[in-house]
């Protein structure tokens, strides 16, 4: 398996307060993506990364930051979490070099529920 | 619209018969990825191929570049396939973009 991980893999938390979820790869990928995934929304992209320090914003990034200040860590950070942010946050890992690229590799998943 | 198409949304399908995932995109792309997703479960990656076709067990993937088109075949179904099923593309030397799947069911 490759060596992707969540954490936490659950979490509950009241409205307004700020979570951080984390996502650390051994893979030395240089791609790393933050999704959430809702009924009838399919996976839907939140924020990625194509490097240190080098992040970009996805569909849904309201809401949301990101930091990755080493190339094996990827933080979500929700500044005040609100009722609409429960969802199942799903990081991925790819590599993608001159036309090389790797297959994605996806962490087990974290249920975020915002009460 | 969606840089990634998948068809059906949801299928169903009994014990041995073979099935058909469709996903069309519109973007010109390096690699397109098929994922699989059980439920309660975690993603994981079926295939990844940029051009021909790719066998794994009952699993065939297949792409046409010209026609910006791929399928997944299942022969032989199985109710442990159903799942969820996912297209994803790599856009030039970027990021991925995710179809919004296809929920297979397999009834015995």
């Known amino acids: 398996d490759a060596g992707i991980t969540q954490s936490p893999r659950h979490k509950v938390t009241e409205t307004g307060t700020p979570v951080t979820l984390r996502c650390h790869q051994t893979?030395?990928?240089?791609?790393m993506y933050w999704y959430r995934q809702d009924p009838g929304h399919g996976l839907r992209l939140i924020h990625y990364s194509y490097g240190v320090k080098d992040t970009d914003k996805g569909e849904v990034s309201d809401g949301y930051s990101v930091s990755r200040s080493k190339t094996e860590d990827f933080l979500l950070t929700l500044e005040s979490a609100t009722s609409s942010q429960t969802s199942v946050y799903f990081c991925?890992?790819?590599?993608?070099?001159?036309?090389?690229?790797?297959?994605?590799?996806f962490g087990q998943g974290t249920r975020l529920t915002v009460v | 619209k969606n840089e990634v198409e998948q068809s059906p949304q949801n299928l169903t399908a009994q014990e041995g018969e073979f099935i058909t995932i469709n996903c069309s995109y519109s973007v010109g792309i390096s690699a397109l990825h098929w994922l699989q997703q059980h439920p309660g479960g975690g993603i994981v990656s079926l295939f990844m191929l940029s051009s021909g076709k790719k066998k794994h067990g009952r699993l065939i993937a297949t792409i046409n570049i010209q026609e910006k088109h791929s399928s997944l075949h299942i022969t032989a179904s199985h109710p442990r396939d159903s799942a969820v099923y996912i297209c994803?593309?790599?856009?030039?030397?970027?990021?991925?973009?995710f179809g919004e799947g296809t929920q297979l069911t397999v009834n015995p």
């Open positions: 994803a593309v790599t856009v030039s030397g970027s990021r991925l973009t």
């Open positions: 991925a890992i790819s590599e993608s070099n001159g036309g090389s690229n790797t297959e994605a590799f």
């Open positions: 893979e030395n990928h240089r791609y």
